[in-house]
């Protein structure tokens, strides 16, 4: 019976830590509470709401960003103005979750850091999301013609969801509803009609009521076909034409295809035309010329000859300051009218990267090295016109590291032990660091940039540690920080 009753009462401890930690993952009324088991006594951190009604559920989430995993990571929430949160030393932060119709009037995230001692209370303060009519009226379009308004607002907390909305209609009006805030809107284009008098973009403001109706109005003339015929280039090969000029309202248009004919719908009025470049090719008659529509189609006839084989140029670019056999590379990308490109990228180890390039216009990109910064000649462009143009110059600088050293005492000699030393957190060092190292004498040494560490010694059988911290932080700041030190001892 003594056995039995043992199992019984086992169980019933069980179910009672199962109970207490439920219990302890509510919070609904303000009672504080954790969720993740931690190390170290509980402090208070207190938020202190204004401006939601008597029973309104709110929410705020704490997550550690120390090192080690002595920290509280957990969302409470309550029903009265006020959530308390229990946790450990340490640097934490929260954030205040969204309700429904509300907004945090402030930011809604930021950090604090615990040291001993209940903090004072964090206050944040709700306001309504109030919303207001943003209407749109457009004139010129046909009836039953869709039209689509995209709008974006300049928030940056819990409204910005609402600030951005696209809406389609046929209808002659459309209304987006908004809170308080300074929003661009665009309208897209739409085929056969022009915009009128800049209507195509703009700003509003919303500020307590709604905004005047906004005006966006479109001319429809009839349009006539100007089709552009290209001969010459390979089939699949991308090119381009932009038209513009004044048919009524100023028109600017650009189309590309990888067919052998581009067409602009255009009303009666006189435009010019551009051809853009094609890798390899050059347009074989003129490149711009003018066009006038004046009651019908008109076509324009463009070939396109290759570049000779042969006609490439060596590009050099030299690297300073790399210690000898380190990887880096450079992207290369042929600049053409009407945003078309083709990149390239070459990489090496020694201190000069070559191209072979054709003439034309060029920028260049520099790729980031871990452990250097560029100081001079990471970007820019150059140009090739029948001749290489002069060697592109690169700086590299390295950048300062220092030795981080952890000693242990009471291993025996020979015994192999390790140290993990990482980022604390994203951002805190000038690349993400994460080095583990094991040695079988009494010294581990790291190098390492400026920035904010975590480490962790890992445990060794047979031994337990015995002084100084398993676990911990610490920062590099111009110079070699205080040597750590652990001690073991073995295992009775």
Same mark, same amino acid.
């Given at each position: ?176 509803? #908004? /809170? *308080?805030? %300074?929003? =661009? &809107?665009?309208? @897209?284009? $739409?085929? +056969? ?5 800049? !209507? ?65 719908? #255009? /009303? *009666?009025? %006189?435009? =010019? &035309?551009?051809? @853009?470049? $094609?890798? +390899? ?5 003129? !490149? ?77 990109? $520099? ?7 560029? !100081? ?117």
């Amino acid at each position: 019976m003594r056995v039995l009753g043992g199992v019984l009462g086992a169980a019933v401890g069980f179910a009672l830590v199962i109970v207490v930690s439920s219990l302890a993952s509510a919070s609904l009324g303000g009672v504080p509470a954790t969720v993740e088991k931690s190390k170290g006594p509980l402090y208070d951190v207190t938020f202190n709401e204004t401006g939601l009604p008597n029973g309104t559920n709110w929410s705020v989430h704490v997550a550690y960003v120390g090192c080690g995993c002595e920290g509280v990571r957990t969302t409470v929430t309550s029903n009265t103005s006020q959530v308390t949160i229990g946790v450990t030393n340490g640097t934490y932060k929260y954030t205040v979750e969204r309700v429904t119709g509300f907004y945090v009037n402030g930011s809604a995230k930021g950090e604090f850091t615990m040291s001993g001692a209940a903090l004072p209370a964090i206050n944040v303060s709700f306001d309504p999301v109030v919303p207001y009519v943003a209407e749109f009226v457009e004139t010129g379009l046909p009836a039953g013609t869709n039209w689509t308004v995209t709008v974006s607002g300049n928030g940056h907390g819990q409204e910005a969801k609402d600030e951005h909305q696209s809406q389609t209609t046929d209808a002659a009006t459309m209304n987006f509803t #908004l /809170p *308080n805030a %300074t929003y =661009h &809107y665009t309208v @897209a284009k $739409v085929a +056969g009609s022009f915009f009128i008098d800049h !209507s195509q973009a703009g700003k509003f403001v919303v500020a307590g009521a709604s905004p005047a109706p906004i005006a966006v109005a479109w001319i429809t003339p009839p349009v006539f076909n100007a089709t552009f015929n290209e001969s010459g280039l390979p089939s699949g090969t991308n090119w381009s034409v932009a038209v513009s000029g004044f048919g009524g309202t100023h028109i600017s248009e650009t189309a590309s295809s990888t067919g052998t004919s581009i067409v602009f719908a #255009l /009303p *009666n009025g %006189t435009y =010019h &035309y551009k051809i @853009a470049e $094609v890798l +390899g090719f050059v347009a074989s008659g003129p !490149s711009r010329a003018g066009l006038v529509i004046t009651d019908a189609a008109v076509s324009v006839n463009v070939s396109f000859l290759q570049v000779a084989e042969g006609a490439f140029y060596p590009i050099a670019v030299e690297e300073n300051g790399l210690a000898s056999g380190q990887h880096w590379s450079v992207t290369v990308t042929a600049t053409h009218t009407f945003g078309h490109s083709r990149t390239e990228t070459q990489s090496g180890k020694g201190t000069t990267i070559d191209f072979l390039l054709q003439n034309g216009t060029y920028r260049y990109s $520099v790729h980031s090295v871990q452990g250097y910064t560029i !100081s001079t000649g990471g970007t820019g462009t150059f140009a090739i016109a029948g001749s290489s143009p002069s060697v592109i110059l690169v700086n590299f600088t390295a950048v300062p590291t220092y030795t981080v050293t952890f000693n242990e005492t009471g291993l025996v000699n020979g015994t192999n032990w390790s140290v993990l030393l990482r980022s604390q957190s994203a951002g805190s060092t000038p690349w993400p660091i994460h080095l583990v190292e094991t040695s079988s004498g009494s010294s581990i040494s790291f190098t390492v940039p400026n920035g904010t560490y975590c480490f962790k010694f890992y445990a060794v059988h047979g031994y337990r540690v015995t002084s100084g911290s398993a676990t911990g932080s610490l920062t590099v700041s111009g110079g070699s920080p205080a040597v750590t030190t652990i001690g073991f001892t073995a295992k009775g």
